[in-house]
């Protein structure tokens, strides 16, 4: 892909966003895609190829998303980012004349993400790729359920550390004491307290604390959950605090 | 190696190829080199230190084959690219003048192969290096055995996704029905037809098709195959149909 | 990270260093960086995020270290560096006027380390980011002992091939003989002799070198030493020859 996107723009400025999706995951992708693309400069290309669908019939896309710009297969993994910032644009990329001329059915991604990208860079019109979309495809990203003194939410994902990253925001634990009167329960597994760093306790402890996109997670000190607990995304957590 | 490139050629652009080659896996470089450096701008240098060998008296070469350069151990990395196209230039990488004033026995990467890469990025003539040579040293590559109604061929590569790539071509499979009359055979496993995308069939599904690179592979749907069957590089593989 | 620095600075040059870094392992990272980073161009800003206590009382620290700059937790990640070259700058990051805005408890790489770093590439002083500081925190990087026909030290890293590299040096191994006499032990392991190279012995046998950064390392040939025998940094190491 970068042999191709520098063989049509050379000048073009090729970033790796991150080589640890894992392989063919849509739900991971789209979640990093939220938290990491909006810090990019303003009009950035993210060029996405978590693909597991390619060379079926499933769309490509191109979507403008607040201020930045990507290149996608529509199967879910802008609807993250769709969900909190509306698209301004979807473009169905339907138009031959910019992809290599002899395009696989298994590798898109050198024979029209590339290409396109590239002469995107170059100047291209988005509109020059296809026809207006409506919407995109989307995915289920229900919300944790917020009660009095208990909030039910689930993994949604494991970062590199092997923190469990919840759907439980910031926001929902408003009214959450962050003491040792607050249990939180994932699997068979439980803690008490929401602290606010890594460091507030001791290597090897279980702890919950909400993490840098603003997310309750789950960590062990010094060590991997994931690995530790066996935790997998789509585990249900579950946070009480007595109200009175 | 990258500190040397730009203390020397501060302008140079390095693009960073691949991390995934299997240590010390000198088939697997040279088939991913085949597959991928053709794709970048012609007069691209392609840096290459998989090299078990660093050190012993193998040789360092400076190739140039297609409309690419190559700086490389002349342990065979460059020779599955060299029997599509003959090698227009082959220079032995001899002269010291170009390397780090000291060089270590374990890593040329950054005493050798480093400092030559950016003194060819600043204009030296590679004629400069060394004396020409007349071949590069090969290893086999031997290719799929075509019968009529059937071609025995082997297991090649394992990539990223864990699809075990074969070297029997598509052109190979020119005289092949790619429906269910087909048989695909490799170790005990077994399965009917060649499909065009990973989205043909259901997940978990065993499934034979013509990947991105022409060659014929076997894929377990949202699945790595190599784990879940154990097949290694090296495995036979036969396809079989009806004639006549 | 990378998105806030090119948000900044947009023509700055950002180099991946290393992604290969066990998590959270300070010892690992500053063994990298002192082997590593000082044949990067002078004046490079080289900005290390492994930082296990983000968010607790630990301080950042930029440093001038030799011709290289850092930006880093003072956690002892520079710590081996400034044992060989004292620092001739220490300065406490403490202004949060060139932080990002809202600041995370977990994440300081992308609310700190990289717009400090955008803004150090711009040209920003670094003496403008805090208070002079005296000394770094420090690690115990004690040395191999040394006595008559015997050095004893202990592995201190496993490299990307596994190789299990110690703190006992070329230099003290001035006096060693490289031949059969000398033996290597380590765990319940042992090996005659000091070979140059890994092509020096065939496949699967387990041999001692002086690896690229000046250090006794033990080796597998063609396999990873550390899965194979199972040993971790802190093993110690012993090397014993026949003298008088």
Redesign the interface.
């Known amino acids: 892909m970068?042999?191709?996107i520098?063989?049509l723009a050379?000048e073009a400025r090729?970033?790796?966003?991150t080589?640890a999706v894992p392989?063919?995951d849509i739900r991971h992708a789209a979640i990093v895609l939220d938290e990491?693309?909006?810090?990019?400069?303003p009009g950035?290309l993210h060029v996405v190829v978590v693909d597991?669908?390619?060379?079926?019939d499933?769309r490509i896309v191109y979507a403008r998303i607040g201020h930045q710009q990507y290149l996608a297969p529509d199967n879910g993994v802008l609807s993250r980012l769709a969900r909190r910032v509306s698209p301004s644009t979807i473009i169905h990329v339907a138009r031959p004349e910019y992809w290599l001329p002899v395009v696989?059915?298994?590798?898109h991604g050198?024979?029209i993400f590339a290409p396109v990208a590239a002469r995107l860079a170059l100047g291209l019109k988005p509109e020059a790729l296809g026809e207006r979309l409506a919407e995109l495809v989307t995915l289920d990203w229900s919300e944790a359920d917020v009660a009095r003194g208990k909030i039910e939410g689930k993994i949604e994902l494991i970062d590199?550390?092997?923190n469990l990253v919840s759907n439980i925001t910031s926001e929902q634990l408003a009214d959450c004491p962050r003491n040792e009167l607050v249990t939180v329960e994932c699997d068979e597994h439980e803690t008490q307290g929401i602290f606010?760093?890594?460091?507030?306790q001791p290597e090897m402890t279980l702890i919950a604390?909400?993490?840098?996109s603003?997310k309750l997670e789950l960590a062990i000190v010094?060590e991997?959950a994931a690995i530790m607990l066996g935790i997998r995304p789509g585990t249900p957590i579950t946070v009480r605090w007595p109200v009175g």
């Open positions: 970068k042999g191709v520098l063989s050379p090729v970033v790796d966003l080589h392989a063919q990491v693309t909006p810090w990019f400069p950035t597991p669908g390619v060379g079926s499933r696989s059915a298994t590798f050198r024979d590199s550390f092997g606010r760093t890594y460091a507030d604390l909400v993490g840098s603003g010094g991997s």
